[in-house]
């Protein structure tokens, strides 16, 4: 079968590791029969640069038209908060993210057998295993809100951002996240702030109904300042964790530095239909662009995800993540993942490394 | 001299910890020649209980008549989010905040030396040290907002919660990071996600305009899910780290756990006029309340940042602190801090000790 796939290369380390990633769908296309058609779209700050703005016009539709969508990296301080709105590569993710319909974010934070040193918890906590799923829900809350800024009488200049979130918008991210749980361990976390927001109460509500309808999958409620502290305690308690569009923001990314291991790191952002969104949860990392430093994995393992997610391929995906794991058993590093004392090797030679295990 | 102080009292473990402290703040007054009188003040789940709401009439007033307030924890299941709002203790923290002006809230996270082994991360890490102080603004941005909930046509309820903030909030809370970094290591790292908000935009534009003003403090900025990461990579990077209320709370508590020892964190929240706030914390431990075993560590040291704060008397907080550092050295420990084969002792026994080394 052909699969159409969109390429944002992006900015920075982007186009490199998205390089790496192709050389892996070609092996997989090969060995499973398969073939890949691309599609290069510009977004980014690259965007920019070139059109003058970071979402050029027709993005949606031409990502529309693929299967899926692979995402390098976006980003720099060339185009920084300083900058229009339109101007910001951080509009166009925004703005990718609702016109595509990708309400849930799905990040994986496991740590891989072969990259147990680099977990910066303790021993004891890293040998426990972890491998959690969060479910950030990504088109709503504080990040689409109504932003305002006005001149008041007596205390200047004032600024406000809005977070509202809908049954609807509540229920079909938790569905997801209790599906997910079903395939995993049976357990999902829902992080709120029940206690003082009125969207969190609603958010609640909604997640206790759906806990009823799963009841074979155990549930909880964690206020999210105390995730954020379960999180460095002990991440091995937690299965599927489900949370709204900010909390999730931080809280993944913690949780992603609890494994030790950002440049490992996939990501899927998915819809109702079709395509998702596949990217390494890492940035543009401008410093080492261009030097063939940059690690391929994270977005290597985001094509893993696509299979999976996109287009229903389980062999492939584990086909992948096999590989991946194969390599980094022989001890091949990229200098990100580096122990002191191993030569690191090149961008392009992890991502043959992996193309040729498959 | 004569100091008056409200104690809160509260729920759970909360009266048997502010016994221990009112052991130590007795001690204090013997060696340093200060006396202090007491003053019972009703707040949170025991309040609702007693007199149908968690913050009775006339509670600011009964604080404000006192040179600081001293509380030990409230809340607790029994006054759940299912209740309405006037009966729960979150509701009662947050006006009292408000009531009383408390606009900052200082939440150092230090590895006292005698704990470093509690610490999760590293041991590599845990050497190096960890000592910041979290400014997290107290009375503002969205734990503050306005709140809605409505029907809607097509998505089922819709629930909303307002963020705002004001350059004049901002300032303030900017002002007392700088000022505390003077007396620190001289760095300020200013937390935010500018690269979406309208209110984290205001909020870096006027910590630029600070960062200006107090040239001889190092400054940064730091996105919010960086900072997430950041804690738990490399705490000891950070000094004073300044942020709105709602990241504040997370990061806080994510940065305490950093350190492994929830039962021995102090905070202090203040404003510009008396009195200060002062707590543990940890919450109220309903499941060991009046069982001898909780720490009465983190209030004991709350204490301590009264005298510093509230009271101006820097000999008297380092005495303080001294005598927990030497009870610790010795070895006491209370259930929640004890390592595997060392027999802890109760709250009182803890508390007596500890005064016992002024
Ligand atoms: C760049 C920013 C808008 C984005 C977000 O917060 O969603 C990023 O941090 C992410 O997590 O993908
Ligand atoms: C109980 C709650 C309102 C409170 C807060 O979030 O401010 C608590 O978590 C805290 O940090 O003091």
């Known amino acids: 079968m052909n699969y159409k796939i969109a390429l944002i290369r992006g900015d920075g380390i982007g186009p490199e590791v998205v390089n790496e990633a192709v050389k892996v769908l070609e092996a997989v296309g090969q060995k499973f029969g398969h073939s890949f058609t691309y599609e290069d779209v510009l977004l980014g700050g690259c965007a920019t640069d070139a059109v003058g703005k970071s979402y050029p016009d027709g993005t949606a539709e031409r990502c529309k038209a693929c299967d899926a969508v692979l995402l390098g990296a976006v980003g720099g301080p060339k185009w920084g908060s300083d900058k229009p709105a339109e101007q910001r590569p951080e509009t166009a993710l925004l703005a990718i993210r609702k016109d595509l319909g990708l309400y849930a ?13 680099a ?3 303790k021993k004891e906590t890293a040998e426990k295993g972890i491998d959690l799923m969060m479910v950030r829900e990504l088109t709503g809350g504080i990040y689409f809100g109504q932003r305002e800024k006005y001149q008041t009488e007596d205390r200047g200049l004032e600024a406000a951002d809005r977070m509202a979130y809908s049954e609807k918008e509540i229920e079909r991210i938790g569905r997801r996240a209790f599906e ?5 361990r049976k357990k999902v976390s829902s992080v709120d702030k029940a206690n003082v927001l009125e969207t969190s109460r609603l958010w609640r509500s909604v997640m206790h109904r759906l806990a009823e309808e799963y009841s074979d999958v155990q549930y909880e409620d964690v206020l999210v300042d105390n995730c954020a502290m379960q999180l460095v305690r002990d991440p091995g308690q937690f299965d599927v964790v489900v949370t709204e569009n900010m909390f999730g923001d931080i809280l993944s990314d913690e949780a992603s530095m609890v494994t030790g291991s950002i440049g490992l790191l ?6 109702d239909t079709a395509p998702g969104l596949y990217e390494p949860i890492h940035g543009s990392a401008p410093d080492i662009a261009g030097q063939d430093k940059a ?3 994270a977005t290597i393992l985001s094509v893993a995800m ?8 389980a062999a492939e995906a584990d086909a992948v ?5 194969a390599v980094l058993a022989e001890g091949w590093r990229t200098p990100d993942i580096a ?6 090797i090149g961008t392009r030679q992890m991502g043959d490394l992996i193309a040729g295990k498959i």
């Open 119 to 121: 977990c910066p918890l």
């Open 295 to 297: 690690n391929p994995i």
């Open 105 to 117: 974010n799905l990040r994986p934070a496991a740590l891989r057998p072969a990259m147990a040193d």
């Open 266 to 271: 996939p990501s899927a952002s998915i819809g």
């Open 180 to 184: 997910l749980a079903r395939l995993r």
């Open 306 to 313: 696509m299979f999976r997610y996109s287009f229903h391929l």
């Open 339 to 344: 122990e002191p004392g191993v030569t690191p």
């Open 321 to 325: 993540e096999a590989a991946v794991d």
